[in-house]
């Protein structure tokens, strides 16, 4: 996380901007008056919020926590793609 003043981020823009997007990192922006802000690129905010529409239902983020789990106790079975073009 990189913390930029009101007024730093302003002048540099671009530089905050390519800095959370290059480094799928975020950006708070504090102010002197009022609540602070953060900013992060969208690719970043969208596997944030799939994350949170994954996790929301118990019974998916109880299969997740078991996939993760078996995945780290060496249980997981590597297979192949399907191609898509056999029938």
Do not use: C, W
């Not at 799939?50 to 019974?59: H, N």
């Not at 926590?65 to 029938?87: M, V």
């Amino acid at each position: 996380m990189q913390i930029f003043t009101y007024t730093d981020a302003r002048n540099n823009l671009k530089t905050v901007l390519d800095r959370v997007i290059d480094d799928s990192d975020v950006a708070v922006i504090t102010r002197k008056e009022g609540q602070h802000a953060v900013v992060m690129g969208q690719d970043y905010y969208n596997s944030i919020m799939e994350t949170l529409y994954l996790m929301s239902s118990p019974s998916n983020a109880a299969h997740l926590a078991k996939s993760i789990a078996e995945l780290r106790a060496s249980k997981a079975i590597e297979r192949e793609l399907l191609d898509e073009t056999e029938d």
